[in-house]
């Protein structure tokens, strides 16, 4: 079983940025991708962005392509997102999530990732 918790989510005025963290425990951690998602009130949880473990190549929702960046840490057992620019429509929960079954082929459905975490509130005020 894998463990993932986030964390940085906080309060931050439209315009302004915030560095989300995922990290994991547990066993050997080597997912095909790990992904973000987001759900705001009264809405389905909805991706975000993915990166595939080998290789690093990326994918976004295009609500967030060119202001957010998702990377892995350099300790290969985080992933980060980086959100600038943010917007009062960004305020969700965010989620990370990891694909260690399916070959991480580009997924945005949340049903395709097996491990979830907890989540971190992220609010952006306008």
């Known amino acids: 079983q894998v463990q993932l918790v986030e964390s940085g989510g906080g309060l931050v005025q439209a315009g302004g940025s915030l560095r989300l963290s995922c990290a994991a425990s547990g066993r050997t951690f080597s997912p095909y991708a790990m992904g973000w998602f987001r759900q705001a009130p009264g809405k389905e949880r909805e991706f975000v962005a993915g990166i595939r473990w080998s290789g690093g190549s990326t994918w976004y929702a295009d609500s967030v392509k060119g202001r957010f960046t998702i990377s892995r840490g350099n300790a290969k057992n985080t992933v980060y997102l980086q959100m600038n620019s943010l917007k009062p429509e960004d305020t969700a929960v965010y989620y990370c999530?990891?694909?260690?079954?399916?070959?991480?082929?580009?997924?945005?459905?949340?049903?395709?990732?097996?491990?979830w975490g907890q989540g971190t509130q992220v609010t952006v005020s306008s």
């Open positions: 999530a990891a694909d260690t079954t399916r070959g991480g082929y580009y997924y945005t459905n949340r049903n395709l990732y097996d491990d």
